[in-house]
């Protein structure tokens, strides 16, 4: 689909190559899975059933321990779901491989940056629950922005700057998708490649620490509650 | 006489127990036209760093995403509940249906009318209309009758897939992503001109599946323009036919899978 935009631009889109944007597709596709961007309800549902008490018992912080469960399991959807896709994309089309060394490890970093953002948002959006109840609305509106506002639809770089910009800054989404694939495809010179991630490092902080503080509001609350 | 006020009062608690929640409700009306929105805001900001996707420009792709946003919202608004019926089949609901003095078809769709999906579907007709006007449509009586037909066409055409996809789960009960792929796959498929597409994903789908006579050959018409893939320009004019095909088809498919199907016994 992007690749017919890309013909009928006459070639170079929005600073990216043909090439480039094939990588964007399938690469994106392959990331989707690791970040997880949609479908985990986990703590929701615990919240719901009041499982979740038994969580707080646990001398390890619960925003600690779900992130560890969500590395293990971006860790292995690395393996299963971001590779086929990759490899698929890397057999059929012209694929823009990395030129300079320093990309690659920078986009490992991007990576698990972006899984520790996801993380956090989708722990915000399920942590609604213990005001809420239902998570259902937050998790609609998480869904519908998210996908987006991310990069997976297109690349955020077809926007125009004015939005562009406070986007990326101002914002977790663009860190989530569009970061580690504008890095990987070296979109931007090295500079500009390295506040990118410098972004997403702030931004996981950032959300980590919005986390804690909204944990810590949710149990006292809850002990208030007597539950 | 007599089968009619029983699906009324089907129809009027439907619609009672949907209202009784009011913020879900505008949660999930919220939600429902999002998704269409940001669709065709996708067709949008393409057009921003394009001038012509597939030969054709941001008024004529326009009118392709109108028809088939119009017609996929309205069919999932009357039809789409069908895909339930894997949950009725595996829980057993459907037998309950069955023992009913009514038709099943019909029962199905009038045990849950998604109201929520209303706001989508005339957002939907809202592009078509506007995509209409802002396009360079040299309006004749036949383009007109086509422009009002095309949609309808589309809604009976989806409708049908939805219909034939959830036969499946007649045979094979836990059927879910498989119908998936048909229902919005093909939804996505008739956004874009088919020009856009190519080999044999394109020969399949828009041929073999007819998703090519929802939108993309109607907007033909419409616009009077020839077809860069070289078929003849009365193609548009089909579009009806073929859908008419798909709901026999799809009847036919229900039918057989009503016959076919034994209880879970759950």
Redesign the interface.
Known sequence: ??L???G??GGV??GYTPAQLATFVWVGQGLLAVVLLWGWSDLAERIRTGDVASDLLRPVHPVVSYLAADLGRAGYALLTRFVPPVLTGLLFFDFKLPGRWPTVPLFVLSVGLAVVICFGCRYLVNATGYWLQ?V??PM??W??GS??LAGL??PLR???DWILLPLWLATPFPSLLQTPLDVVIERDDWPVQAGTVAVQLVWAGLILLGCRTVQRRAERRMVVQGG | MGVLPAYLALLRGQARAQASYR??FV??L??NV??TV?DV??VL??F???????GFDRAEAMVMVGISSAAFATADLTVGSIERVRQYVRTGLLDAVLVRPLGALPQLLLMDLPLRKAARSLFGIGVLVTALALADVSWTPGRVALAVLAPLAGVVFFGSIFVATATLSFWWIDSGEVGAAFTYGGRDFTT?PM??YSGWFRAVFAYGLGFGFVAYYPALALLGRADPLGLPAWVGWTAPGVALLAAAGAATAWRVGVRHYRSTGS
Do not use: C, E, H, K
């Open positions: 689909m992007l017919a935009v890309a009928g631009a889109v929005a239902d259902r609305g609609i509106l869904t519908l996908g987006v639809y297109f077809f926007l125009p | 913020t879900s949660v999930d919220v939600g999002g998704a940001f805001f996708t900001v393409l921003q760093v394009t001038r012509n996707l597939g874009y020009t856009v």
